[in-house]
């Protein structure tokens, strides 16, 4: 190929990087709520309200009440898929903060589109986000469940996920808070003594020994009491504290009718706890209060230091009987509010403090104190910062990384003592075919890894788009493959890759061995036409980025010339057209080595063009290489070796069939005759670098 087409191929392909691609419409959420959208996003819903707020959304009614809201992605995160494009996934979120449904309407994802199958388990994916809490990743299913497109997944339900938390948030539903907050609105039944087991009421039992203690300690042994002692051991005060505001807490004391009755006459923003009590010492005698008669002297709140009295319009005595059951069973028991201007806080811990005054010429006042802080069960606390996609990615496949970690060391070292291998010929037959089994096999049919020019787009566009650089190491296993095929490209050509690495290219090759030793006849094309026919490969390489990053092919048809989602991530189960495609590239491989990869293969292409600026020449060569001997060059299964003896780098596999040869003191004819000569007293034989 002439170094000037190859540059205008080049520059047509960065030129192509900027255009635009192909957009969803945001805005009309209601015009994509199809019923089938629905039936998805929230089946059973009775009525929709408008679109509205800001993010925007849409209420779902049901019995009159609003029970959810539905929302689209596209609408308020925009999120990018792999193409650069956002994706539509439109979902639904009660007010609880759990998802309803999810469906994607539209996207250009490009290995979802077209796969019929990957298509119906995206649905299945996104579908089983019903009913999980947001605050919640159990039962997730893992976005391998779309194998072949765990980024556009992953990428999918972070994006529902974050936009359900933004539409809760601004609407002051869910429990999604940005500090952490009281919940004052849940509810689930509790008993008192669950209560008292949860810590959500806390009790302290005074005896007339402990008040008797406390007043000689303060040396007031002689000071009169208006309830006087009794024996050491008697009951002199047990009394029980405990915010009340929560519902669940004021609401299983009560009763959620009565809890809402008596917040409403509690004075406005005052948070409210309650105090109960049993013995003879009465904590709201109304005969004690402070000076000005508008404070109780025999209780108090303390926080952070600071007393806080309670005042008489703030205190409502709640009704009991004997033989009640919970704080209706106690002797005494009242709510008391704490007004906005106390600067009580009730997140933070707080004492009770129930004063005991003596009269006499000194007047003395004991504290008996009971600590309290509201049960974490009780407070909304914010979401922690979700871990990013690309880390949960790389968190989750950590086998897979080692794995092929492992693989790419050894391959490093198979070049690095390639010299070496090569002269076993049997062992770098065992070694070469083991690889490209594992290649094809693990790398490909399991982990779903296969280099494409989808992914050539993709890193090239990737700077000058807006996708974040996270969104693309969210394919740990490909990222890895790309940087390794990258500087190996540099370093040693495009035969690393194509040679080792593809697990097409190792399909079609291990098959060819197959057809070979069967019999199957093959087919060299001239010289001539083996260079025509590589043409194909740099002209898919210009025309697929083209089509598909231009409004041109917006669904990324072209892409399907590579038969890689088809035979490798699908394993030959999509729809027969495809399949045909593949197979008859294959049957063609059977026959002509490689084919696919020679003429056609957009990537290899790509990878071709690269290989110009590689830095190293692994493959030996003699001054004989060419003229007068041609053994290499019938050696090479594609024919990468000119008639001259040269090695087009850019066509070759590194399969190193050629440097078995080359090693072959029974087959290089120099070598044979070096032999002889040697066995006659002459030198070693003359190695030169790839001419
Ligand atoms: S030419 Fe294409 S199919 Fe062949 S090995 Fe290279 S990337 Fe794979
Ligand atoms: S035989 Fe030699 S030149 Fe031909 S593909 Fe293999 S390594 Fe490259």
């Given at each position: 190929m002439k170094s000037g087409c190859r540059s205008v191929i080049c520059v047509v392909f960065m030129a192509l990087v900027f255009a635009s691609p192909a957009l969803a419409e945001k805005g009309k959420l209601r015009e994509?709520?199809?019923?089938?959208?629905?039936a998805v996003v929230h089946p059973g819903a009775e009525r929709l309200g408008a679109e509205e707020g800001s993010p925007p959304a849409?209420?779902?009614?049901?019995?009159?009440?609003i029970v959810a809201y539905v929302f689209s992605t596209l609408d308020i995160v925009a999120a990018l898929g792999y193409t650069a494009t956002p994706f539509d996934a439109i979902a639904g979120v009660d007010l609880k903060g759990r998802i309803t449904g999810a469906k994607v309407v539209f996207h250009n994802e490009p290995y979802i589109l077209n796969d019929t199958r990957r298509e119906r388990l995206l649905d299945t994916f996104l579908a089983r986000e019903a009913g999980r809490p947001l605050r919640s990743s159990a039962d997730m299913l893992p976005p391998d469940f779309v194998a072949g497109a765990t980024v556009s997944a992953r990428a999918m339900r972070a994006a529902v996920a974050a936009s359900a938390r933004l539409v809760?948030?601004?609407?002051?539903a869910g429990g999604?808070?940005?500090?952490?907050?009281?919940d004052a609105d849940s509810f689930n039944p509790m008993s008192w003594e669950e209560l008292l087991a949860t810590g959500a009421i806390s009790r302290r039992r005074i005896t007339s020994g402990e008040v008797a203690t406390a007043l000689a300690a303060a040396g007031a042994s002689e000071t009169t009491l208006d309830v006087p002692l009794g024996r050491p051991d008697d009951l002199y005060v047990e009394f029980m504290a405990g915010l009340f505001t929560p519902r669940a807490i004021g609401g299983n004391l009560l009763g959620l009718q009565s809890f809402e009755e008596y917040l409403r006459?509690?004075?406005?923003?005052?948070?409210?706890?309650f105090v109960a009590a049993n013995g003879p010492y009465d904590f709201l005698d109304l005969k004690h209060r402070s000076a000005d008669g508008r404070r109780f002297a025999r209780l108090r709140v303390v926080q952070n230091g600071q007393a806080i009295d309670f005042e008489r319009d703030g205190i409502?005595?709640?009704p009991t009987r004997p033989g009640g059951e919970g704080v209706r069973g106690q002797q005494h028991a009242a709510l008391l509010a704490l007004a906005p201007e106390t600067g009580f806080d009730p997140l933070k811990p707080w004492r009770l403090e129930l004063l005991v005054n003596g009269a006499g010429a000194a007047p003395v006042r004991v504290a008996f104190g009971l600590d309290y802080k509201i049960p974490d069960f009780h407070v909304l606390m914010p979401e922690p910062p979700p871990v990013a996609a690309w880390v949960e990615a790389w968190r989750d496949n950590r086998l897979n990384i080692a794995i092929l970690a492992v693989l790419l060391s050894l391959l490093t070292l198979i070049f690095v003592f390639q010299a070496t291998l090569v002269r076993f010929r049997l062992a770098h037959r065992l070694v070469r075919n083991a690889f490209l089994v594992v290649v094809l096999v693990w790398l490909g049919w399991t982990a779903g890894v296969q280099l494409s020019i989808v992914n050539a787009i993709n890193y090239v566009r990737g700077p000058f788009s807006e996708v974040d650089i996270g969104f693309y190491l969210a394919e740990p296993l490909m990222v890895m493959v790309a940087i390794y095929t990258l500087v190996s490209v540099v370093l040693i050509g495009r035969g690393v890759f194509c040679g080792w690495l593809c697990p097409f290219g190792a399909l079609q090759e291990l098959l060819g061995q197959l057809s070979r030793a069967l019999g199957v006849p093959q087919w060299q094309p001239s010289a001539q036409l083996e260079k025509r026919l590589r043409?194909?490969?740099?002209?898919?390489?210009a025309a697929v980025p083209?089509?598909?990053i231009t409004a041109i092919d917006p669904s990324a048809v072209s892409t399907e010339i590579e038969p890689f989602k088809t035979a490798i991530i699908s394993k030959f189960t999509r729809a027969w057209p495809y399949v045909l495609y593949a197979g008859a590239l294959l049957a063609i491989g059977l026959a002509c080595e490689r084919a696919y990869c020679r003429f056609l293969c957009p990537l290899g292409g790509v990878l071709a063009v690269l290989d110009r600026l590689h830095l190293i020449d692994l493959l030996k060569r003699r001054p004989e290489c060419g003229n007068p001997c041609h053994l290499c060059e019938r050696s090479c299964p594609v024919g990468a070796i000119e008639t001259t003896g040269r090695i087009v780098t850019a066509e070759c596999f590194q399969c190193l069939d050629c440097q078995v040869e080359y090693f072959d003191e029974a087959r290089c004819p120099p070598l044979v005759r070096d032999a002889k000569l040697r066995g006659a007293g002459a030198p070693a034989p003359v190695t030169v670098g790839n001419a």
């Open positions: 994509r709520l199809t019923p089938a959208v629905m849409i209420a779902v009614y049901q019995g009159g009440k809760l948030r601004a609407r002051g999604m808070v940005s500090v952490p907050t009281l006459v509690m004075p406005f923003g005052a948070q409210v706890i409502r005595r709640l043409i194909g490969k740099y002209i898919a390489a083209a089509l598909v």
